[in-house]
């Protein structure tokens, strides 16, 4: 089992910065990877980042340069810095984390969410 909670969401006027963070918990040793995924009302949840146990980011196309997913083992933390932030950037932001199950099963875990609102 693992817990994970979100927090640094808020109001941004666009242009500006944000940083979330995902605190993790439990059996935190099974985890093989982590992200970061939002969701805008009516739309599908979506990949925003992405960071594998060994160190590998990917992030979705449209956001590469402005956004960037890291961690802090020693903190069991996931982050994620926001720049340049747009409305469209409007959404709740959550964590996930991909934990190992038994010898060959994955299980996804998620966060509450945190909501992240660009606006004048």
């Known amino acids: 089992q693992v817990q994970l909670v979100e927090s640094g969401g808020g109001l941004v006027q666009p242009g500006g910065s944000l940083r979330l963070s995902c605190e993790a918990s439990g059996n935190i040793g099974s985890i093989l990877a982590m992200g970061w995924y939002r969701q805008a009302p009516g739309k599908e949840r979506e990949l925003v980042a992405h960071i594998t146990s060994g160190g590998r980011t990917s992030y979705a196309d449209s956001l590469k340069g402005r956004f960037t997913i890291s961690r802090d083992n020693a903190k069991n933390t996931l982050y994620l810095q926001m720049n340049s932030l747009k409305p469209e950037d409007t959404a709740v932001y959550y964590c996930?984390?991909?934990?190992?199950?038994?010898?060959?099963?994955?299980?996804?875990?998620w966060g509450q969410g945190t909501q992240v609102t660009v606006s004048s």
């Open positions: 996930k984390a991909v934990g190992a199950v038994g010898f060959s099963r994955e299980y996804d875990y």
